[in-house]
């Protein structure tokens, strides 16, 4: 079964972070990304620019409007996300784990994904 693991922290925390810092833990993530793009299990990884470049199509009524901004209600921010295939919630967790362990602070979010289309093998 294919997960999202949606990644989820403070933007103030991670913008904050110097370029030494950042490639830090970038090197760190690309260690466990590789162990498991190794074994075949590593679908898409995006990191997301921050919610400033963001745009928000608001769907509540006719019409629809545009605006500049995420408009989400929290307080950490998705800021990327992984695609794996894994055997079950239990082998998804694991690879979770796997980057709490290198990647300070934020959440991380585990999803199964009932659809899943890889445009890209398809063109």
Same mark, same amino acid.
């Given at each position: ?8 922290h &403070?933007?103030? =925390?991670?913008?904050? /972070? &110097? ?5 830090? =833990? ?8 590789? !162990? /498991?793009?190794?074994?075949?299990k590593?679908?898409?990884?995006? !990191?997301?620019? %921050? ?6 199509? !608001?769907?509540?009524?006719? %019409? ?5 901004? #995420? ?8 800021l990327?996300?992984? =695609?794996?295939?894994? &055997? ?15 990647? #300070? ?5 585990? !999803? %199964? ?5 890889? /445009? &890209?093998?398809?063109?």
């Amino acid at each position: 079964m294919k997960y999202a693991v949606l990644c989820y922290h &403070s933007e103030n =925390v991670v913008c904050a /972070w &110097s370029k030494e810092h950042d490639d830090e =833990v970038m090197a760190k993530l690309a260690v466990v990304q590789g !162990r /498991w793009a190794k074994a075949g299990k590593l679908g898409p990884v995006a !990191r997301l620019m %921050p919610t400033t470049a963001a745009t928000t199509l !608001r769907k509540d009524h006719e %019409p629809s409007v545009v605006l500049d901004g #995420p408009f989400a209600e929290t307080k950490e921010q998705l800021l990327g996300f992984f =695609v794996i295939e894994a &055997s079950g919630l239990e082998e998804a967790l694991a690879f979770t784990k796997e980057l709490a362990e290198v990647n #300070p602070g934020g959440a991380y979010e585990v !999803r %199964p994904i009932g659809y899943f289309v890889d /445009w &890209s093998a398809n063109s």
